[in-house]
């Protein structure tokens, strides 16, 4: 009977009753919403600066290999050794020699983007049809206006699609690197991992933030490759 | 510089030494170390993979091979993929833990979860892709539904449901490694529970964990290579998922 007084009492206080049983309470989650905001946007630069720099490594090599063709098996199976390794332990491979932190974060991070943007960017460039490159040339356009103003364009859809790839697996890797040190919100799920108010924001956030990146490059994608489109709506 | 590589070696070389000999555990009271222990830390890293992978491919092989040959369900197949990518690994294990448990029976169905929407999207893809020609002639010859889904269209799927399966597979090798956080020891141990093993302790479990991922990813390319038919070896381009 007094256990029920109690409950009846504090019914007001639904929040600290709703943490203590470990439930789901949003009156919680509105009140320590600033709590995610640091590890959302280490989060973010992460992701961002990971993306970054692995698209313009990789971006640089297929370009290099579209034209020199022996370039492509070494390539790929240097990038793709660095896929398979698990990121978790490329964090503490690299422990040794880079040290705890962002930077550590970063490379392990780039090292998994490289093979997912490798491959897409030369299929693209392998994808653009004979027909159209021969005009080019016959238009009178160097190799590398060639690359630059026919090629490329035309093999967009595929690159940003590897990119798209790239960047819901690098929000999804992010969430370990709180291992190597460089925080982020899985080290925000980590702290709670049991209470379910907190795994659903932190890991909410994540899976927001990939959505939203995926969501902005099919944006930019719809944008610089209109003649797509005219081909859907056909 | 010079000093600090010499270091790195060194931490290299002690993390060898861990995987080879054992020592006493620096908190004190146990042994840890040697390859008796890597081994009992490997076994159940394989077995929670191992089953986790099984039930994925029992659910998604046959679903996949079912939608794809009714031609249905293809935004749901393909989208799995997607939706799986977008949802990072520790945030589905600690959703599990959180609202169903932890152990190895509830760490195992977050896993199938995690190793699911590759080989659906996959074997998905794969049928659809088979050459309508080759369908349609089966038919002519007579074959019922079920015999052109084993006789021609799985056969000719097989190279891209063992690119899911290879795909999730070391997914999964690479994500049990955070198995000890739901009470399930892997050879993650050593990596969260580092006062136990030491330092040398985590990175030779990182060293292991590597090799364990990259081994993985070379045997099931061998066996995708060896499933696929020899009139699709010619000239064909890995798709990405």
Not at chain 1, 108 to 135: C, M
Not at chain 2, 9 to 24: H, L, T
Not at chain 2, 99 to 120: E, K, M, R, W
Not at chain 2, 225 to 239: D, I, Q
Request: aromatic fraction near 8%.
């Amino acid at each position: 009977m007094s256990t029920l007084l109690a409950q009846v009492e504090i019914r007001d206080r639904t929040e600290a009753s709703c943490v203590s049983d470990n439930g789901f309470c949003p009156d919680w989650i509105v009140d320590n919403l600033d709590r995610y905001v640091n590890p959302f946007f280490q989060h973010v630069l992460l992701t961002v600066v990971a993306l970054a720099i692995g698209f313009a490594i990789a971006f640089t090599l297929a370009v290099i290999a579209y034209r020199r063709r022996w370039l492509i098996g070494p390539v790929t199976q240097v990038t793709g050794v660095l896929y398979t390794v698990p990121s978790i332990a490329a964090f503490f491979l690299l422990l040794p020699i880079t040290g705890r932190g962002f930077l550590t974060a970063t490379i392990a991070l780039v090292a998994y983007s490289l093979l997912i943007i490798f491959r897409n960017v030369l299929t693209g460039l392998d994808n653009v049809p004979g027909e159209t490159k021969d005009a080019g040339r016959g238009m009178g356009l160097t190799p590398r206006q060639l690359l630059w103003r026919v090629e490329l364009p035309l093999a967009l859809p595929e690159i940003l699609a590897g990119l798209r790839i790239a960047a819901t697996t690098t929000v999804g890797l992010a969430t370990l690197a709180f291992f190597a040190g460089a925080g982020g919100l899985g080290e925000r799920i980590f702290d709670q991992i049991t209470f379910k108010s907190n795994v659903v924001v932190a890991g909410g956030l994540a899976v927001l933030l990939a959505a939203v990146l995926d969501g902005l490059i099919l944006l930019f994608q719809r944008a610089v490759t209109p003649w797509t489109r005219a081909v859907g709506a056909r | 510089m010079d000093e600090g590589g010499g270091r790195a070696v060194n931490d290299f070389v002690d993390a060898i030494g861990f995987i080879f000999s054992e020592r006493d555990s620096p908190a004190g009271g146990t042994r840890v170390g040697g390859l008796g222990e890597i081994w009992e830390l490997m076994w159940p890293h394989l077995k929670l993979s191992g089953a986790s992978l099984g039930i994925a491919c029992a659910i998604a092989i046959p679903l996949g091979l079912w939608l794809g040959h009714r031609g249905r369900g293809g935004f749901l197949a393909i989208n799995a993929s997607n939706v799986g990518r977008a949802v990072p690994s520790l945030a589905l294990i600690a959703f599990f833990m959180a609202y169903i448990g932890v152990g190895f029976t509830n760490l195992t169905l977050a896993l199938v979860l995690l190793a699911l929407p590759p080989v659906l999207t996959n074997t998905y893809t794969g049928v659809r892709q088979v050459d309508r020609d080759a369908v349609d002639s089966a038919r002519g010859m007579g074959m019922t539904g079920p015999q052109i889904v084993r006789r021609v269209e799985l056969p000719l799927a097989l190279p891209l449901i063992f690119g899911g399966i290879r795909t999730s597979a070391v997914n999964v090798v690479a994500t049990a490694t955070i198995a000890p956080l739901a009470g399930v020891v892997t050879l993650g141990d050593p990596i969260i529970n580092v006062n136990t093993y030491g330092d040398e302790g985590r990175l030779a479990a990182a060293i292991v964990v590597a090799l364990l991922a990259v081994a993985t990813e070379v045997a099931l390319g061998t066996a995708q290579r060896a499933v696929t038919p020899r009139g699709l070896k010619v000239n064909r381009r890995e798709a990405l998922t």
